[in-house]
Nanobody
């Protein structure tokens, strides 16, 4: 079973930073576009950021542009989401997902992703 594994969540004060990691269990992340999504209580799961498979293009939701950065570490088979200047509205469960599509850039639509992790909680509160 191919499943990404997230880590790095926690409790942080407003203005603080966290780095989430998405590691591969049983597959090589390089072969997939990787997306980060989040879901707050009572809300739909929304796309936060993604990094494409082939060209490495990255995309961000407007709400996180300039604050979050997605990156790959090929040697460690890991994708990171660096989150800076965190706000209370960033509080959510964050999910990593893998998209097996070959010939397009990554997208922030949850419907395009094939494999999902279990999620990691991020809480931004004073």
């Amino acid at each position: 079973q191919l499943q990404p594994v997230e880590s790095g969540g926690g409790l942080v004060q407003p203005g603080g930073s966290l780095r989430l990691s998405c590691a591969a269990s049983g597959f090589i992340l390089d072969y997939y576009a990787i997306g980060w999504f989040r879901q707050a209580p009572g809300k739909e799961r929304e796309g936060v950021s993604c990094i494409s498979r082939s060209d490495g293009n990255t995309y961000y939701a407007d709400s996180v542009k300039g604050r979050f950065t997605i990156s790959r570490d090929y040697a460690k088979n890991t994708v990171y989401l660096q989150m800076n200047s965190l706000k209370p509205e960033d509080t959510a469960v964050y999910y990593c997902a893998a998209d097996a599509a070959l010939f397009r850039s990554c997208v922030l639509s949850k419907y395009e992703y094939d494999y999902w992790g279990q999620g990691t909680q991020v809480t931004v509160s004073s």
